[in-house]
């Protein structure tokens, strides 16, 4: 079955870079939108960013934009997230999901969850 | 930017009764109305998409209405593994933002 698995969390000081990354198995990676999606502690859900199944459009949530980049590897069946000059308000558990419908609208998998601290 | 509001904030149910959660869009989304169930610890998962297509392996307890701008995801029969936190999601413009509501805990009554 579709099977997402994130890694790359932990903890960092503020002004400071992370990657994530993301496996996928047990679908075509290639013919999916991919988003990376966050969860604060105790708060709700916060869309990141997307990426197009062919990488050729990329869209970001005003929070984040210009400091991190979507990118994805259609040979390797992963997807990246580089996040540059983090803030404390940039931690959160981050997921990776499978966008599916128009515009990939809607996330019909997701994964676990990879945890990012940012701190001093 | 479209805005999703979520009523109530949190709902106490009994188990074995209906529970009717709401979803409030600031603009017409049309039916790209996505409802998810997460629950403790665990990821958000796929109950409804187009505003009423019940996801693949979700029990037809689970249903999903509305169009334009107001939404309703009913729970006909709570069970106790029902109890969790809701979500509705629209995506209907372009550049694509991608909008969550703020959820609804749905509680043991």
């Known amino acids: 079955q579709a099977q997402l698995v994130e890694s790359g969390g932990g903890v960092v000081q503020p002004g400071r870079s992370l990657r994530l990354s993301c496996t996928a198995s047990?679908?075509?990676?290639?013919?999916?939108?991919m988003h990376w999606v966050r969860q604060a502690p105790g708060k709700g859900l916060e869309w990141v960013a997307v990426?197009?199944?062919?990488?050729?459009?990329?869209h970001y949530a005003d929070s984040v934009k210009g400091r991190f980049t979507i990118s994805r590897d259609n040979s390797k069946n992963t997807l990246d997230l580089q996040m540059n000059n983090l803030r404390a308000e940039d931690t959160a558990v981050y997921y990776c999901?499978?966008?599916?419908?128009?515009?990939?609208?809607?996330?019909?998998?997701w994964g676990k969850g990879t945890t990012v601290t940012v701190s001093s | 930017e479209i805005v999703m509001t979520q009523s109530p904030a949190t709902l106490s149910v009994s188990p074995g009764e209906r529970a009717t959660l709401s979803c409030r869009a600031s603009?017409?989304?049309?039916?790209?109305l996505a409802w998810y169930q997460q629950r403790p610890g665990q990821p958000p998962r796929l109950l409804i998409y187009?505003?009423?297509a019940r996801a693949t392996g979700i029990p037809a307890r689970f249903s999903g209405s509305g169009s334009g701008t107001e939404f309703t995801l009913t729970i006909s029969s709570l069970q106790s593994e029902d109890f969790a936190v809701y979500y509705c999601?629209?995506?209907?413009?372009?550049?694509?933002?991608?909008?969550f509501g703020q959820g609804t805990k749905l509680e043991i009554k």
């Open positions: 990426i197009w199944h062919d990488g050729g459009n990329q």
């Open positions: 999901a499978r966008g599916s419908g128009a515009n990939y609208y809607y996330m019909s998998v």
């Open positions: 187009g505003a009423s």
């Open positions: 047990g679908f075509t990676f290639s013919n999916s939108g």
């Open positions: 603009q017409s989304v049309s039916s790209n």
């Open positions: 999601q629209q995506s209907n413009n372009w550049p694509p933002v991608y909008t």
